[in-house]
């Protein structure tokens, strides 16, 4: 490429519409158990909050040099404050961001001790949006879909994303003419038709198709992929597969690519990170490989992080500068 990444990638604008949350973390030192029941006492030395899931979607594409449209809804609780807090303090716009008077917005708190993780804490709401909501929800995304370059379906099955709602974003961000990748789940797996990338890890394929065959397996996992391609109508697909790195396809070629060597602290939000890259490659016009290659990079930086991080542009240039030398 004759321009850096952070050269192609700014200025884009990306719509990011999906379930987010806010991770929390409570970081401390264990040196006893409890007198009063055998669990690890924490000293408690800091708590950080940071954005997750399609806000993770959003802090990955803001720190890659474009610009995220983030378009979701939280509630009216503290912590749906504390996140609009954050994604302004960063620079990232919640003016679709819409706020509901019944519902929670998603959290986790997690409690750490030397780069292990002890516990983790959930508060949330997964049911469906109900029918105001969901037109609330329509009315802001039809606003962001006609300026979007590229759009992000970031489902963490937590009822943003339905299958009510699905169809019709992927058919207005069609009419404007706005390519889609979607990073999916079990629940509506199988409503994502007719987009550009689909991206799921392979545990959910295999779940999805409630396959029993091994799909370390070559042929069973292409055989897979055909039956995948057959119900969705896809143009790309785009497989995670943990430590033996990635799959991607189009209709003319695939490639599998292996993970590279990295010394692993954390996979959160590293398929967070993967979409993103992936997502703006796509953007930019790079061929199905060289998105998966500097996608499948970008995971492997992430991971070598505790916490949910997002990718560093700077890092990822010089470290696809070394690779490709």
Not at 259 to 270: P, W
Not at 297 to 304: I, Q, Y
Request: proline share 4%; aromatic share 6%.
């Amino acid at each position: 490429m004759q321009q850096s990444l952070k050269e192609l990638f700014k200025g884009k604008k990306v719509l990011i519409a999906g379930d987010i949350m806010l991770d929390s973390y409570i970081f401390g030192s264990v040196d006893r158990i409890s007198p009063e029941a055998p669990v690890p006492v924490v000293a408690i030395e800091k708590r950080e909050n940071r954005p997750g899931g399609a806000a993770n979607v959003a802090f990955n594409i803001k720190s890659l040099g474009a610009e995220p449209m983030l378009c979701a809804v939280i509630g009216n609780d503290a912590e749906g404050e504390i996140m609009k807090t954050i994604l302004l303090e960063n620079g990232i716009s919640t003016d679709y961001i819409f706020v509901s008077p019944t519902r929670k917005t998603t959290a986790k708190l997690r409690v750490m001790s030397q780069r292990n993780q002890l516990l983790r804490l959930d508060y949330e709401q997964t049911d469906d949006l109900d029918e105001a909501e969901n037109k609330q929800f329509m009315k802001v995304f039809e606003n962001a879909v006609k300026n979007a370059d590229v759009m992000i379906m970031e489902d963490y099955n937590k009822g943003l994303l339905t299958s009510t709602n699905i169809p019709e974003l992927i058919s207005l961000a069609h009419q404007n003419n706005v390519p889609i990748t979607v990073d999916p789940k079990k629940k509506n797996f199988w409503e994502y038709k007719n987009v550009e990338l689909f991206k799921p890890n392979l545990k959910e394929l295999k779940e999805a198709l409630n396959s029993t065959d091994d799909l370390t397996n070559e042929t069973h996992f292409l055989k897979a992929i055909r039956e995948m391609e057959a119900k969705l109508n896809n143009k790309i697909s785009f497989i995670t597969l943990s430590e033996r790195g990635v799959f991607i396809k189009d209709k003319q070629q695939h490639h599998f690519l292996p993970a590279f060597i990295r010394r692993i602290a954390d996979v959160s939000g590293a398929g967070d990170t993967v979409i993103s890259v992936a997502s703006l490659c796509l953007s930019i016009g790079l061929s199905v490989k060289e998105t998966a290659f500097i996608a499948n990079l970008a995971g492997g930086l992430v991971c070598e992080e505790p916490g949910v991080v997002p990718i560093n542009i700077d890092r990822l240039e010089k470290e696809y500068s070394k690779v490709c030398q």
